[in-house]
């Protein structure tokens, strides 16, 4: 099992460097990390996906990222219900006559054509990792040009939410 972290940080110079550092010093790998702004003004929201299984080591990772200067909270969600999804770009070799089927694939998916050229597409698609693969998988014979994808990005379900202050607060009554 991966581990899947959330982590809020200050959305200041140098953050995402000792994060990477931290994983680097441990021998971690990082499997993805997606990182863009939070709800809270000068607060981004980091999701890290690491192929660390041994709970003793993930405990560390958690514990590690929590001494960081800029660290704010970090949730380990690996356990926990979460609304997980990924964004990939594909471009796709398409001659005049792929380009139908290419375009009936994607909608199968519910995957967009968001740009066409004479001998491409590109589909933008979203959704869990094994989705992405599966249309990666089919798209294949066609010639893929290009791949381009995001990383997991992971919100836990329900109201309760990772806060600036380190505790979980609902968010319908913003009650600790």
Do not use: W
Not at 17 to 23: H, I
Not at 55 to 66: D, G
Not at 83 to 107: C, H, N, P, W, Y
């Amino acid at each position: 099992m991966k581990q899947t972290l959330i982590a809020l940080v200050e959305d200041k110079p140098g953050v995402l460097n000792r994060v990477a550092s931290l994983f680097r010093r441990r021998n971690f790998n990082i499997e993805s990390l997606a990182v863009g702004h939070s709800e809270t003004p000068g607060v981004s929201r980091m999701t890290i996906v690491t192929d660390e299984e041994e709970l003793l080591r993930r405990n560390v990772v958690r514990t590690n990222l929590l001494k960081l200067i800029n660290v704010i909270d970090v949730q380990d969600v690996t356990d926990t219900p979460c609304v997980i999804r990924e964004t990939a770009l594909i471009k796709v070799q398409a001659d005049a006559t792929q380009r139908g089927q290419i375009m009936d694939v994607s909608e199968m998916y519910r995957a967009r054509i968001v740009d066409v050229a004479t001998d491409s597409l590109i589909v933008e698609v979203t959704g869990e990792s094994t989705k992405i693969q599966s249309l990666l998988d089919v798209l294949e014979p066609y010639g893929i040009m290009e791949i381009m994808r995001t990383g997991q990005i992971v919100m836990t379900r329900g109201a309760v939410t990772p806060h600036t202050n380190g505790a979980a607060v609902s968010a319908t009554n913003g009650k600790h």
